[in-house]
C-alpha cells in the first residue's frame, strides 16, 4: 500500500506539468493560428488595394480602347494595338512585381 501512495503522490506531482505544457502547447498554436489569420487578412487587403489601384490606372486606357473599337476602328488598327500592348505589359508588369514581392515575403517567413 505504501508503494501504491508513493506511486500517486509522484502522479499527482507530474499532472500539473503536464497539465501546463498542454495548456503552453494550445496557447502557441492558438497564438499562431491567430496571427496567420490577420495575416491572411493584410495579404488579401494589400492584394484588393493593388487590384484597385491596376483597374484605376487602366481605366482611362481601356476606356479609349472602347471608345476606338466602337468608333469604326479596327482591332489591327495602329492606336488599338498600341493601347492593347500597353494594357497587356501594365498587367504583366504588376504580376510579376506581385510574385517577386510573395516570394520575398516568404523567404522572411522561412527564416
Avoid: C, K, Y
Avoid at 48 to 74: E, F, K, Q
Amino acid at each position: 500500500m505504501n508503494g501504491q501512495s508513493g506511486r500517486n503522490e509522484t502522479a499527482a506531482h507530474v499532472r500539473p506539468d503536464v497539465l501546463l505544457r498542454t495548456r503552453r502547447s494550445v496557447m502557441e498554436a492558438a497564438l499562431e493560428m491567430r496571427a496567420r489569420r490577420q495575416r491572411q487578412r493584410r495579404h488579401a487587403g494589400i492584394a484588393l488595394a493593388a487590384l484597385g489601384i491596376l483597374v484605376m490606372l487602366l481605366a482611362p486606357v481601356l476606356w479609349s480602347l472602347a471608345s476606338d473599337l466602337t468608333s469604326g476602328d479596327r482591332f489591327m488598327d495602329m492606336p488599338v494595338v498600341i493601347v492593347t500592348l500597353t494594357v497587356i505589359l501594365l498587367s504583366a508588369i504588376f504580376a510579376v512585381l506581385l510574385m517577386s514581392w510573395r516570394d520575398s515575403q516568404q523567404g522572411v517567413r522561412d527564416e
